[in-house]
């Protein structure tokens, strides 16, 4: 049993809709940050409590609302009472180990990802749960710890640049989901030049902790298959959805993302394929080594042959040995055993065993 299934275990007799974390990334205090705007006004902050996000449903502009750390059933409940929010819905985000999904509730969309990011090096890969709510004038995001990959989003919409400002709030919708798929290129690069790393060293000399690199990857490289591979049933569930939600414009823009989240997945299994084809040149590149150890021990081995048949026979205690009392037959023995070796030796390197 995986620890996922552990700490999904703990609801287990539990009533359907009861807001229980299930995760271990949990942060000391939710932190909500509210960003409101329009074409022509801006505005974003911090938020001290839920409560001051409650009149931003009934505004004409477009209001993202974003929450880190899901772990404060208060908050998460009092946000779902406000929007109008299922209790199933509310109890999935918190539930962090979600297949990435959508669902039409109606009233809103509901939208689960995986967001995946790693260091500028490749290293620390983590996989957080992003849950979006779109509504008819604003976009819920709930994220398990603070920091994402979508910085890009929050400056476009600062700026002014380009057309997120002038769109509404399925423009924003895409423009997150945007931003995570294409983090996903970014995740994967790094994969690959890691990849690209090992296959030199792989080359030049299989060493055992080289496969413990490549056993890490692969592990990687399955959390991260399971985080992209539903992404392809989430977008085209989002492109054919008939909800006043999502308007036709946008869907041209869901398509493109559609897109790309295929590459994502190609480029996922290409590099499983390489890890899984690097395991195998480790484990032929070690069995031929093994053989080359052997071809060395059986050559060495069939060269003492005659010489110990020598050695035997001439070791025998008889008595009446012609050689025995034979003045050269110390150095005849050499000779033999000498002219043995050399033979051996030559037609080893005649047949290219040498």
């Known amino acids: 049993m995986t620890s996922e299934e552990i700490r999904r275990s703990e609801k287990a007799g539990l ?20 960003i409101d705007y329009d074409a ?38 009092a946000l779902g009472t406000r929007f109008d929010i299922h209790p199933l819905v509310l109890e999935d985000i918190m539930t962090t180990t979600q297949r ?3 669902e039409d509730l109606g009233t809103a969309v509901f939208v689960v990802l995986r967001m995946i990011e790693c260091e500028r090096d490749g290293s620390d890969m983590r996989a957080d749960q992003l849950s979006l709510i779109l509504g008819p004038n604003y976009v819920l995001s709930f994220q398990e710890t603070p920091g994402d990959c979508l910085g890009p989003v929050r400056e476009r919409i600062r700026g002014g640049k380009g057309r997120i400002r002038k769109l509404g709030p399925d423009y924003l919708a895409y423009a997150i989901v945007d931003a995570v798929v294409d983090n996903y ?49 989430v977008l085209s569930g989002l492109e054919r959805m008939e909800t006043p939600l ?18 994502v997945v190609d480029t996922v299994e290409s590099l499983r394929e390489i890890l899984t084809s690097m395991v195998e040149t480790y484990m032929s590149s070690v069995s031929n080594r093994m053989n080359e150890i052997m071809k060395v021990l059986t050559i060495i081995s069939t060269i003492f042959i005659p010489i110990t048949f020598l050695v035997g026979l001439y070791g025998m205690n008889f008595k009446n040995m012609p050689e025995i009392g034979w003045r050269w037959g110390y150095a ?23």
């Open 185 to 233: 290129f970014f995740v994967l690069e790094k994969i690959g030049e890691k990849i690209d790393a090992l296959e030199d060293k792989l080359v030049v000399e299989p060493a055992r902790e080289l496969l413990q690199e490549i056993h890490t990857l692969r592990r990687e490289m399955i959390g991260l298959r399971k985080s992209v591979w539903p992404l392809r049933e």
């Open 15 to 34: 009533s359907p809709g009861t807001l229980m974390y299930v995760g271990d990334k949990k942060v000391e205090k939710s932190r909500i940050t509210v």
């Open 100 to 102: 990435p999904k959508v």
């Open 246 to 263: 999502i308007r036709k414009s946008t869907g041209v823009f869901l398509r493109d993302v559609y897109d790309h989240a295929i590459q």
């Open 332 to 354: 005849f023995v050499w000779l033999l055993i000498i002219g043995a070796v050399v033979t051996m030796f030559a037609f080893f390197r005649r047949k290219k065993w040498l």
């Open 40 to 77: 022509s006004a801006f505005l974003e902050k911090e938020v001290a409590s839920v409560e001051e996000c409650f009149p931003f449903k009934e505004t004409s502009t477009v209001t993202w609302i974003n929450i880190d750390g899901v772990q404060d059933a208060r908050v998460i409940e």
